[in-house]
């Protein structure tokens, strides 16, 4: 149980497109959903967080009109990246959770952002 | 502020040779703790988790941490490495009390020397 899956897992794209990537909970309820991204060899960083419903929450220095964040049903929340640029190649990670799994995040397999 | 710090960003050790891998935490309230996995090009797997309770936590694939509130530390450790526990693996902190935010240490790649 407690599956998270991303679509797609590997995507390039010329520079000045939008890219959406989308995060499903296969086997739960997702309330919250979280976004992070990942610089080569680097941590993950935590860019918003978005609750059924409502609008995303988004970390300080994060563009929210750059990074959409739509979180319409309780299994899916879509990250679009617009008028993508080189300097937005990385690795985006989903997590997702639901009440009363005591703070676990479920992780989906992460989306490699590639624009040229 | 919650953070995490893990000491060492690259470990090597022998097949079958201890694995200890250092993480200490800044939290201003009781905090939950999380060590996950990530192998190259996919997303984070949970290895172990402390909430509250037993403070030596164990979790999948013979790794075991320890909350040691005194010294802020939850170091994760395995008595004999394998080959397959080649990967990058992350500490984590969260606030108690429902705030759910993560925040991830800088990561340690674990290699090992057959």
């Known amino acids: 149980g407690a599956v998270v899956s991303q679509h797609p897992s590997r995507v390039i794209c010329k520079s000045g497109t939008s890219v959406k990537i989308e995060c499903r909970s296969l086997?739960?309820?997702?309330?919250?959903m979280f976004w992070y991204r990942q610089f080569p060899k680097q941590s993950l960083m935590l860019m918003a967080t978005s609750n059924e419903g409502s609008k995303a929450t988004y970390e300080q220095g994060v563009e929210k009109d750059k990074f959409l964040i739509n979180h319409a049903s309780l299994t899916l929340s879509t990250l679009t990246v617009t008028s993508a640029h080189p300097e937005d190649s990385s690795f985006y990670i989903c997590?997702?959770?639901?009440?009363?799994?005591?703070?676990?995040?479920?992780f989906g397999p992460g989306t490699r952002l590639t624009v040229l | 502020a919650q953070s995490v710090t893990q000491l060492g960003s690259h470990v090597s050790v022998s097949e079958g040779a201890l694995v200890l891998l250092r993480c200490n935490y800044s939290?201003?309230?009781?905090?939950?703790l999380f060590w996950y996995v990530q192998y190259p090009n996919q997303g984070l797997q949970l290895l172990l988790k402390?909430?509250?309770?037993?403070?030596l936590v164990k979790g999948i694939n013979g790794f075991e941490a320890e909350f040691k509130k005194s010294e802020t530390s939850f170091h994760l450790t395995k008595p004999s490495a394998h080959m397959s526990d080649a990967a990058e693996y992350f500490c984590?902190?969260?606030?108690?009390?429902?705030?759910?935010?993560?925040?991830f240490g800088t990561g340690t790649r674990l290699t090992i020397i057959p």
């Open positions: 984590a902190v969260s606030y108690n009390f429902g705030n759910e935010k993560l925040t």
């Open positions: 402390y909430t509250t309770g037993a403070t």
């Open positions: 086997d739960f309820q997702a309330t919250t």
């Open positions: 997590s997702a959770r639901t009440s009363g799994m005591n703070n676990e995040q479920f």
């Open positions: 939290s201003s309230v009781p905090p939950y």
